[in-house]
């Protein structure tokens, strides 16, 4: 069974980096596409980053620049570097993958910028 799970949020203040993590589980990590979402109350969940087999990587284009996605095959591990930290950036997030065509979630965690 398929299990991600986060880590790595908290409460920083505007400009200051966080980095989050997530562990793999029940998946051959490196054959799936993995990703980062984020969804604030109200909104629709949408993706953050991702990152692909050969190490291909997109960004939405709000953090491009500032977070930076990557994966260490071996540990089973994605992260997600979050730099120069907006307000903006506050959300639950997710670390998803893709396997099979079936989505897979995390269970959020929550990232807060204060202003």
């Known amino acids: 069974q398929v299990q991600l799970v986060e880590s790595g949020g908290g409460l920083v203040p505007a400009g200051e980096s966080l980095r989050l993590s997530c562990a793999a589980s029940?998946?051959?990590?490196?054959?799936?596409?993995m990703g980062w979402y984020r969804q604030a109350p109200g909104s629709q969940r949408e993706m953050v980053a991702s990152i692909i087999n050969g190490n291909f990587t997109n960004y939405s284009d709000s953090v491009k620049g500032r977070f930076t996605i990557s994966r260490d095959n071996a540990r089973n591990t994605v992260y997600l570097q979050m730099n120069s930290l907006k307000p903006e950036d506050t959300a639950v997030y997710y670390c998803h993958a893709r396997k099979r065509s079936v989505d897979y979630w995390g269970q959020g965690i929550q990232v807060t910028v204060s202003s």
């Open positions: 029940g998946i051959i990590f490196s054959f799936w596409p």
